[in-house]
């Protein structure tokens, strides 16, 4: 290809490029209004009991940041990161965020529940995923699972894995907390 | 498939794809790089120094955007979370630490970055595959066919198509004869991957959008290659370059 042909075919491609960006731009504009386990959509609601016999509901908690935290008892990371998020709740309750730390009873031994919320004083509600609901409707595949839930109902980050530090959980919450 | 291959790498362990990619990349790139004028060491130093750079880089920056909560908790400057990153500051470090040690080295720009367009190449197809474990850089809701269900959607599968552009672009490079013009092997990744991305951005529904619905994305990829083709044609049209060629 001579200089000509070569800046002629650039030229087109640029303008094809550029039609193209246009042509798309309507059809990118739509949101994700569905519920998903992922950053940007609505987090999918489920209600849980605790083992006092409390019920909690994602829906309810509109309004309030919400970290749902899935773990269990044989996963050390999730053991690792319990200390920071309590020491964050005790932070951070009072500007409005809540913790709902889910236990995913369907792959734990219930029995090693109530020792572990006494080793580690936590406060915040330990709701029991006994039948794997919430296991599944958050597709977890992986043991720690946190979904940062803003005030309007929207994951505003998923963490998969730990532990998380406090100064991730941190930046993450006052982002939810916005 | 798909779902025995995000259960395999689902994260953290999607990471691993990359590391793979990283280096493949590498390997691939060392067959070539004593054809773009550049030593298989210097070649090595230098994509080391600026992944160090890229690393470190990037939580620093994270770190700096979020002094206060380092402040109450200094211990996380050192966390081993992968999450207290920033890609845009890791990219500016690891560019830096590739130019200071170009220079020492007098490495040549445009020699390093044809010696590198290989590393890059393969390095965006292990992006694909780790975008296709994660779930993310996911497409809009469609019923084509070859859609894939992800986050309760049929989709677009915007990660399989990125994975088959870079695997395309990785074997255009592969199969052209080198150019003994310094620049012109980059510049032609260069246009390859961001013309594939222009195309495959529309098809997004988790990228940022701008005024009207325009794809910040798209937006990127337009640019670059129009600095590629303006930067390509003037590495092929230099006289100077020409008469060295010959």
Known sequence: ?178 | MIAAFQNLFAPPRHMILLVAAAWLGLTLAEKRTEQHGVSKDDLNNLTFFALLAFIIGGRIAYILQNLPAFTKSPLGIISINPDLFDPPGALVAGIIAALIYGQQKKILFWNALDSLATFFAVLAIGLGLSHLAAGTFFGQPTDLPWAIKLWNAQRHPTQIYETIASLLTLSLLWGSKPNPRPGVFFLYFASLASFSHLIIHAFRADGPILFNGFHLGQIIAWITLATSFVLLESRLSDQRLTSIVE
């Open chain 1, 1 to 178: 290809m001579d200089r000509i042909q070569r800046i002629t075919f650039y030229i087109l491609i640029l303008i094809a490029g550029a039609a193209w960006v246009f042509l798309s731009a309507s059809s990118t504009a739509q949101t994700e209004t569905a519920q998903a386990p992922q950053t940007g959509f609505t987090a999918p609601d489920f209600s849980l009991k605790t083992a006092t016999g409390e019920t909690y509901a994602l829906s309810e908690l509109k309004g309030q940041a919400v970290l749902v935290n899935v773990w269990a008892t044989w996963c050390p990371p999730c053991r690792a990161e319990m200390p920071a998020i309590e020491k964050m709740y005790q932070e951070y309750k009072s500007q409005g965020l809540v913790v709902l730390s889910v236990n995913s009873t369907v792959q734990d031994n219930p029995l090693e529940i109530a020792p572990f919320i006494k080793e580690y004083n936590l406060t915040f509600p330990i709701l029991l995923d006994e039948t794997g609901d919430v296991t599944r409707a958050y597709q977890i595949r992986s043991l720690p699972s946190s979904y940062f839930i803003d005030r309007h109902g929207v994951i505003s980050e998923v963490i998969i894995g730990g532990p998380m530090s406090e100064a991730l959980l941190r930046t993450r919450i006052e982002e939810a907390l916005k």
